[in-house]
């Protein structure tokens, strides 16, 4: 467990971190001083060789050679948006890991960071911070025979001016929040990057009923005799081709007795996805170990909530089954009878998604869910539109659609919505049932959204379609490569915002 410590002396720590203003380096370059005087000489041959740049998420490390009770100094460009400080000490712990620093000290007692914090938000800028420190030095669970053991940070502390030291309050606030909230998206990432044959939908379950009683909360783990009861059609129908049979995880968190309200979030766990009979290329297949990030996500935002005491009732639901071919699979052509009662014609099975989400949908508001978010890696389609840079959204109600992106752009996790136009129901109409899983490849991600549409009982209801931003090939800014633990932090600050 990381340490957060707040003192004015931090001369045990093996690093110094310190945040500087665009002002503050232009200052040092017309002769003030910032940090100790052969430390700003090094600084200006950097600012001048460009090896390090008025420019924000710029750093620099330098070793202070005894100058400084630190082994090292690393300075970072930031700007004022909590965002920015985010992003920007993201790049920092770049150089940190590097250095393998097991202790920093982060100074913001300057008069230019202490002003550039208060015009934003003290905070929601040092919880920004840490977020962004923190889940940029995540490291991917490996299994090696030998590895190489890695420093691991330990320790933070914080150098403040007196002012600052009055509130330190405010910053241990602050500073813990942003502690639960790395923790959560660790779990998410941990989960989302196991191998399949590690998280089975009974695997996940059990972590599932840790989680839980670590939280003290209620759960429902539903078998696939206790599904079959329940007439969960859509789940058992997915899960039957496989020998690893489905379950339908259900946690119950209940934070504000006087309200009325409750959040249902849903994530979509197939645990790995074959395409079943619809068997998808095999080139790229190990990467569907991702397929259950929606169910992560909500995991992840669920250990955030209970963790922090948020004021709100959530009921989290989790479908989870492998999506298999055998001679027991689902079929093209099949029609199947969902929780709702509604009918489906399957006409590809790697559209199984929407089918375990459907009977999550009923789930949730047969517990009492008033609102509802899903949460899933649902159609290649998203990738083709949005990349991997932003996750879709398609949604029956613009205030709650417009709460998830007013909460996303506080995690900086960027949601885009789609269009929901009555004329995309057309495609997946079907002349041997209600619906038919896939409208096929035009309109994709709408058209799976909108299938999802026919299960939320006119609740207010936003998809989220994480199947461009769950998992990448590339490590960026405080994503690692693998599982990102997308939308975890997003539906923790929509919840939590009411809380504010």
Same mark, same amino acid.
């Given at each position: 467990?990381?340490?957060?410590?707040?003192?004015?002396?931090?001369?045990?720590?093996?690093?110094?971190?310190?945040?500087?203003? #665009?002002?503050? $380096?232009? *200052?040092?370059?017309?002769? /003030?001083? !910032?940090?100790?005087?052969?430390?700003?000489? &090094? @600084?200006? %041959?950097?600012?001048?060789?460009?090896?390090?740049?008025?420019?924000?998420?710029?750093?620099?490390?330098?070793?202070?050679?005894?100058?400084?009770?630190?082994?090292?100094?690393?300075?970072?460009?930031?700007?004022?948006?909590?965002?920015?400080?985010r992003e920007a000490f993201a790049q920092a712990a770049g150089k940190l890991k590097s250095l393998k620093l097991s202790s920093i000290a982060i100074d913001i007692s300057?008069?230019?960071? #202490?002003?550039? $914090?208060? *015009?934003?938000?003290?905070? /929601?800028? !040092?919880?920004?911070?840490?977020?962004?420190? &923190? @889940?940029? %030095?995540?490291?991917?669970?490996?299994?090696?025979?030998?590895?190489?053991?890695?420093?691991?940070?330990?320790?933070?502390?914080?150098?403040?001016?007196?002012?600052?030291?009055?509130?330190?309050?405010?910053?241990?606030?602050?500073?813990?929040?942003?502690?639960?909230?790395?923790?959560?998206?660790?779990l998410a990432r941990d989960l989302t990057n196991m191998p399949g044959n590690d998280l089975t939908p009974e695997r996940l379950a059990f972590y599932a009923e840790e989680?839980?009683?670590?939280?003290?909360?209620?759960?429902?783990?539903?078998?696939?005799?206790?599904?079959?009861?329940?007439?969960?059609?859509?789940?058992?129908?997915?899960?039957?081709?496989?020998?690893?049979?489905?379950?339908?995880?259900?946690?119950?968190?209940?934070?504000?007795?006087?309200?009325?309200?409750?959040?249902?979030?849903?994530?979509?766990?197939?645990?790995?996805?074959?395409?079943?009979?619809?068997?998808?290329?095999?080139?790229?297949?190990?990467?569907?170990?991702?397929?259950?990030?929606?169910?992560?996500?909500?995991?992840?935002?669920?250990?955030?909530?209970?963790?922090?005491?948020?004021?709100?009732?959530?009921?989290?639901?989790?479908?989870?089954?492998?999506?298999?071919?055998?001679?027991?699979?689902?079929?093209?052509?099949?029609?199947?009878?969902?929780?709702?009662?509604?009918?489906?014609?399957?006409?590809?099975?790697?559209?199984?998604?929407?089918?375990?989400?459907?009977?999550?949908?009923?789930?949730?508001?047969?517990?009492?869910?008033?609102?509802?978010?899903?949460?899933?890696?649902?159609?290649?389609?998203?990738?083709?539109?949005?990349?991997?840079?932003a996750t879709g959204a398609v949604s029956n109600n613009d205030e709650l659609m417009n709460q998830v992106i007013a909460a996303s752009e506080k995690s900086g996790e960027?949601?885009?919505?789609?269009?929901?136009?009555?004329?995309?129901?057309?495609?997946?109409?079907?002349?041997?049932?209600?619906?038919?899983?896939?409208?096929?490849?035009?309109?994709?991600?709408?058209?799976?959204?909108?299938?999802?549409?026919?299960?939320?009982?006119?609740?207010?209801?936003?998809?989220?379609?994480?199947?461009?931003?769950?998992?990448?090939?590339?490590?960026?800014?405080?994503?690692?490569?693998?599982?990102?633990?997308?939308?975890?932090?997003?539906?923790?600050?929509?919840?939590?915002?009411?809380?504010?």
């Open positions: 467990m990381t340490l957060y410590k707040y003192e004015d002396i931090a001369s045990e720590a093996d690093g110094l971190l310190l945040p500087v203003t #665009a002002v503050e $380096l232009e *200052a040092l370059q017309n002769g /003030q001083p !910032l940090v100790q005087p052969q430390i700003d000489k &090094q @600084l200006q %041959l950097m600012l001048d060789n460009q090896t390090f740049r008025v420019k924000q998420g710029s750093s620099a490390a330098i070793a202070t050679l005894g100058l400084l009770p630190q082994q090292y100094v690393v300075v970072v460009v930031v700007e004022q948006a909590a965002g920015g400080w300057s008069p230019a960071i #202490a002003a550039a $914090l208060q *015009a934003i938000g003290e905070k /929601q800028a !040092l919880k920004a911070a840490i977020e962004g420190l &923190q @889940l940029a %030095l995540y490291e991917r669970q490996v299994s090696k025979k030998e590895q190489q053991s890695a420093v691991e940070l330990q320790r933070i502390s914080f150098v403040l001016n007196d002012e600052q030291l009055a509130r330190q309050a405010d910053y241990a606030q602050a500073v813990a929040e942003a502690e639960h909230i790395v923790e959560s998206v660790k989680l839980a009683q670590k939280l003290e909360l209620d759960i429902e783990v539903l078998d696939e005799w206790s599904c079959a009861e329940e007439q969960m059609g859509g789940l058992l129908a997915v899960g039957q081709g496989s020998v690893n049979p489905p379950r339908m995880i259900i946690i119950h968190y209940e934070g504000n007795a006087n309200s009325s309200e409750k959040w249902g979030l849903v994530g979509k766990g197939i645990t790995f996805d074959t395409g079943g009979i619809s068997l998808k290329p095999a080139a790229g297949m190990e990467d569907m170990i991702s397929d259950m990030g929606g169910a992560a996500a909500v995991l992840g935002a669920i250990h955030a909530i209970a963790s922090l005491k948020v004021k709100a009732n959530v009921v989290a639901v989790i479908p989870t089954a492998e999506n298999m071919p055998s001679d027991r699979a689902l079929k093209p052509g099949d029609v199947i009878r969902t929780m709702s009662g509604h009918t489906v014609e399957v006409v590809n099975t790697d559209a199984e998604g929407r089918l375990v989400l459907a009977d999550g949908l009923t789930s949730a508001i047969k517990r009492g869910a008033t609102k509802l978010i899903d949460v899933a890696t649902l159609t290649g389609a998203v990738l083709v539109a949005l990349g991997t840079e960027r949601v885009w919505q789609l269009p929901a136009y009555a004329e995309y129901k057309q495609l997946i109409a079907s002349d041997v049932a209600d619906m038919k899983n896939s409208g096929g490849r035009h309109a994709g991600s709408i058209t799976a959204g909108l299938f999802l549409a026919n299960f939320v009982e006119d609740k207010p209801w936003v998809h989220l379609d994480i199947a461009g931003t769950a998992y990448i090939n590339r490590a960026r800014r405080w994503e690692p490569k693998g599982a990102t633990g997308v939308m975890a932090r997003t539906l923790y600050e929509l919840i939590a915002e009411k809380d504010r």
